[in-house]
């Protein structure tokens, strides 16, 4: 199963962007999805995460602004991201399977990174 990530780009603060994470390869619906994300030189963070049932978690810093969700049939998991701010800026990554509290594994497939940069 490979992940393709994309969705990232350049947007003023209290702007809003969508990222789409589409699974190919096979039929694919792992058990918990989530989101990460990295700023060069800062360790890699867990944003948001996403059960087969529908459960969502999220990182305090993002919640009430970020929304994440899946698409079962497009096998497409989502991250709308609204009311953006300069310390969101950094790489977005998917990954799935991952495990409880957003735990990785040599088992995680993780797309290859969308740059998201919030700046006036």
């Known amino acids: 199963v490979q992940l393709q990530a994309y969705g990232g780009g350049l947007v003023q603060p209290g702007g809003f962007l969508r990222l789409s994470c589409a699974a190919s390869g096979s039929i694919f619906n792992p058990t918990i999805m989530g989101w990460y994300r990295q700023v060069p030189g800062k360790q890699r963070e867990l944003v948001a995460m996403?059960?087969?049932?529908?459960?969502?978690t999220y990182a305090d810093s993002v919640k009430g602004r970020f929304t994440i969700s899946r698409d079962k049939a497009k096998n497409t998991m989502y991250l709308q991201m609204n009311n953006l701010k300069p310390e969101d800026t950094a790489v977005y990554y998917c990954?799935?399977?991952?495990?409880?509290?957003?735990?990785?594994?040599?088992?995680?497939?993780w797309g290859q990174g969308t740059l998201v940069t919030v700046s006036s």
């Open positions: 996403v059960t087969n049932t529908g459960t969502t």
């Open positions: 990954a799935a399977p991952i495990g409880v509290a957003g735990k990785v594994s040599v088992s995680t497939n």
